[in-house]
């Protein structure tokens, strides 16, 4: 298969190289300076998931598109969370992949740590584990996704009605003042100064 799709990717004008097992992948990549990767899960000597997760301990930003038999939504999420950023199931439309392939090219490669990092405060999102000097700190589902949700914007203002839109479920009627409850929680837990109330605009997480 990998031998196909070289040559499919070859004639839509792509430079492709193949890599037949983990470590070797893992070292081109590195090395490469490769515009996308499309990595396989099942590989021998190691596996697709510890090759996204050592490139992006790395701050090796490349896109990573997963390519795998594994079509179960928990690998799917996991392979997400290691650090891919889009995965297609085999069997998988050659189109469709090429087009998903262009997509990642347009984004380019920004930072997309796995592990988000904010001060002395850590979220890992595969683990779903906050930690804050080095102490864990224990969330409701609630409590973790708004956390997370401004760690991936640390330093801007973020809205009430942004948080409502992308926190909460929309088909469920939820009271603008449940940002402040939860904002209210999460500052006993992590302290009081991190996260700012910005008048009449929103909320903060302080960098």
Not at 28 to 45: E, K, N
Not at 136 to 158: D, F, K, N, S
Not at 186 to 195: E, H, I, T, V
């Amino acid at each position: 298969m990998a031998n196909a799709l070289q040559r499919g990717l070859q004639a839509e004008g792509f430079a492709v190289d193949v890599a037949g097992d983990g470590p070797n992948g893992l070292e081109m990549a590195r090395h490469g300076g490769y515009d996308a990767v499309i990595l396989d899960i099942m590989l021998p000597g190691l596996s697709g998931y510890r090759v996204v997760q050592t490139l992006r301990a790395e701050k090796n930003w490349v896109p990573v598109l997963m390519l795998s038999a594994k079509d179960g939504e928990y690998d799917q999420a996991d392979g997400l969370d290691c650090g891919a950023d889009d995965y297609l199931t085999k069997p998988f439309s050659y189109v469709v992949l090429v087009a998903r392939l262009r997509a990642l090219l347009r984004r380019g490669a920004p930072e997309r740590p796995s592990v988000l990092t904010v001060g002395e405060l850590s979220l890992d999102p595969a683990r779903r584990r906050v930690m804050s000097a080095g102490e864990e700190i224990v969330l409701t589902a609630r409590e973790y996704a708004l956390l997370e949700y401004l760690m991936r914007r640390p330093g801007q203002v973020v809205s009430k009605t942004e948080l409502l839109d992308h926190v909460w479920d929309a088909s469920i009627d939820t009271a603008p003042n449940a940002v402040e409850v939860y904002v209210g929680y999460l500052r006993r837990k992590l302290g009081r100064d991190l996260l700012e109330t910005v008048r009449g605009a929103g909320y903060r997480l302080r960098t």
